[in-house]
T-cell receptor, first 114, second 112 residues
Framework: SQKIEQNSEALNIQEGKTATLTCNYT??????LQWYRQDPGRGPVFLLLIRENEKEKRKERLKVTFDTTLKQSLFHITASQPADSATYLCALYSLDTGRRALTFGSGTRLQVQP | NAGVTQTPKFQVLKTGQSMTLQCAQDMNHNSMYWYRQDPGMGLRLIYY???????DKGEVPNGYNVSRLNKREFSLRLESAAPSQTSVYFC???????????FGPGTRLTVL
């Protein structure tokens, strides 16, 4: 069956360290993978998009990698700050689903301690 | 620009009641989406509209209907609410089906 897996346990790190979040997928051939941030009580907000032919994408302190062999995307936040505390969702677009829409993972909560 | 707006913000229904959740976007986007979010389940797609005049089922369409009223508006209707439909509902829009999605603030629905 098709699955998108993100660590359901919260990730706790110290301020200034690099946070690394993982998104693994099974039985998809995604053309795109996106990462979103969601704060409590709010809708998700887009952060980064990476295509299947791209290995890495950066935006300020954020970096996303995409390994189609491992079927995995890693999301990094360098020099993390308490304001980075939120839930991070990965989403992929793949015609394997039979739908012209994104499929979301369940998210990983990041807690950055001051 | 208001972005994506949703009404109402909160709603409590009794089992069997009906209601319509409204969504509007002012970004001239072609695609619009309805999701539900339950604890530990992530966002699950209910219905989507890739362009004005079209609607398609998502992952969990049972018990729901949608209307793409025009390019701006996409409504979600619960004809006979059930406790299993207690959830947070998000509307989103995007320029194309694989592109960035912009989400509304959500509607928190409780069905008793």
């Amino acid at each position: 069956s098709q699955k998108i897996e993100q660590n359901s346990e919260a990730l706790n790190i110290q301020e200034g360290k690099t946070a690394t979040l993982t998104c693994n997928y099974t039985n998809y051939s995604p053309a795109y993978l996106q990462w979103y941030r969601q704060d409590p009580g709010r809708g998700p907000v887009f952060l980064l998009l990476i295509r299947e032919n791209e290995k890495e994408k950066r935006k300020e302190r954020l970096k996303v990698t995409f390994d189609t062999t491992l079927k995995q995307s890693l999301f990094h936040i360098t020099a993390s700050q308490p304001a980075d505390s939120a839930t991070y969702l990965c989403a992929l677009y793949s015609l394997d689903t039979g739908r012209r829409a994104l499929t979301f993972g369940s998210g990983t909560r990041l807690q950055v301690q001051p | 620009n208001a972005g994506v707006t949703q009404t109402p913000k909160f709603q409590v229904l009794k089992t069997g009641q009906s209601m319509t959740l409204q969504c509007a976007q002012d970004m001239n986007h072609n695609s619009m989406y309805w999701y539900r979010q339950d604890p530990g389940m992530g966002l699950r797609l209910i219905y989507y509209s890739a362009s004005e005049g079209t609607t398609d089922k998502g992952e969990v369409p049972n018990g729901y209907n949608v209307s793409r009223l025009n390019k701006r508006e996409f409504s979600l209707r619960l004809e006979s609410a059930a406790p299993s439909q207690t959830s947070v509902y998000f509307c989103a829009s995007g320029t194309g089906v694989a592109d960035t999605q912009y989400f509304g603030p959500g509607t928190r629905l409780t069905v008793l």
